[in-house]
T-cell receptor, first 115, second 114 residues
Framework: AQSVSQHNHHVILSEAASLELGCNYS??????LFWYVQYPGQHLQLLLK??????LVKGIKGFEAEFIKSKFSFNLRKPSVQWSDTAEYFC?????????????FGTGTLLAVQP | NAGVTQTPKFQVLKTGQSMTLQCAQD?????MSWYRQDPGMGLRLIHY???????DQGEVPNGYNVSRSTTEDFPLRLLSAAPSQTSVYFC?????????????FGPGTRLTVL
């Protein structure tokens, strides 16, 4: 079955620390990959997405993610986090051209940045 | 554009009651979907639609019905509410059925079933 795994459920960092959140997917074929962010009390917003081409994708607010096909991974990174990055982060995947067109989310990683 | 709108924002039901969560988008998006968000479980796909008249089941469809008679609207019906359906429900839409544009999410409906 298609699934998305996020192994870090809760991450606590100090401001200016570097961030890497793990995401692995189990899909066959071509996948579209996404990272979404949910700030406290708000709904989900798209951070970045990968369809094809350069495996290093840059998104908003200084975030980037690297697609490594051999590892079925799409990890999210930021060199220096800020207090305002405190939020919940969700990885998601969808088979491109598949019969089901289901966008499946991981369980999320709650990031707390301490000032 | 209003984007994706959901009504109501909050709802309390008794076990066994039925209700419809409304979702509408004004972006002419083909792809619409419903998710529920529960602590520690992320977002789970309930039902989705790739266009008017076409719906399909997601990961957790039991206890929910959907229909898509127009491009704009995608209501979610709870047939007989159960406490296990207490959750926050999000509707989402995207231009492409491949999710290419990324999903636009509504503000959510917080449902409590007593």
């Amino acid at each position: 079955a298609q699934s998305v795994s996020q192994h870090n459920h809760h991450v606590i960092l100090s401001e200016a620390a570097s961030l890497e959140l793990g995401c692995n997917y189990s899909y066959g074929g071509t996948v579209n990959l996404f990272w979404y962010v949910q700030y406290p009390g708000q709904h989900l917003q798209l951070l970045l997405k990968y369809f094809s081409g350069d495996p290093l994708v840059k998104g908003i607010k200084g975030f980037e993610a690297e697609f490594i096909k051999s590892k079925f991974s799409f990890n999210l990174r930021k060199p220096s986090v800020q207090w305002s990055d405190t939020a919940e982060y969700f990885c998601a995947a969808m088979n491109y051209g598949g019969a089901t067109n289901k966008l499946i989310f991981g369980t999320g990683t709650l990031l707390a940045v301490q000032p | 554009n209003a984007g994706v709108t959901q009504t109501p924002k909050f709802q309390v039901l008794k076990t066994g009651q039925s209700m419809t969560l409304q979702c509408a988008q004004d972006m002419n998006h083909e792809y619409m979907s419903w998710y529920r968000q529960d602590p520690g479980m992320g977002l789970r796909l309930i039902h989705y639609s790739v266009g008017a008249g076409i719906t399909d089941q997601g990961e957790v469809p039991n206890g929910y019905n959907v229909s898509r008679s127009t491009t704009e609207d995608f209501p979610l019906r709870l047939l007989s509410a159960a406490p296990s359906q207490t959750s926050v429900y999000f509707c989402a839409s995207s231009y492409s059925t491949s999710g290419g544009s990324g999903q636009f999410f509504g503000p959510g409906t917080r449902l409590t079933v007593l």
